[in-house]
């Protein structure tokens, strides 16, 4: 799923920096660059793009917040990246539904 997911993103002129990137926090699916843009994917696969989006909890949210934090510690612009998180489903067709903005910092 992650990477039928990416090829979608390279479709779309993106540039993939990493895939399943790990640190201390967890794992983050996707790193992907699009312009000067940082951009981090949750991939959710389920028979349905409905049971994927379900999939994705408060916890595993706050996970992918910190570990993208960690990330952008690392390069030159800090935690003022200019950055977005998105959440991409692929159902049991195999069907790609990217939303953009889809995980969002409380």
Known sequence: A???V???YLDQG???VRQRWRCDFGEIDLI???GDDYIFV???KSHS???AAARISRRQQDRIFAAA???VSELPQGQLTPMRFDAAFVNGFG???IRKNALFVC
């Open 49 to 51: 793009f409905h049971n």
């Open 14 to 16: 993106y540039q993939v």
């Open 2 to 4: 992650e990477d039928a």
């Open 42 to 44: 949750e991939v959710k």
């Open 6 to 8: 990416a090829r979608t």
């Open 69 to 71: 934090s960690q990330f």
């Open 32 to 34: 992907l660059r699009h």
């Open 95 to 97: 069907q790609i539904d």
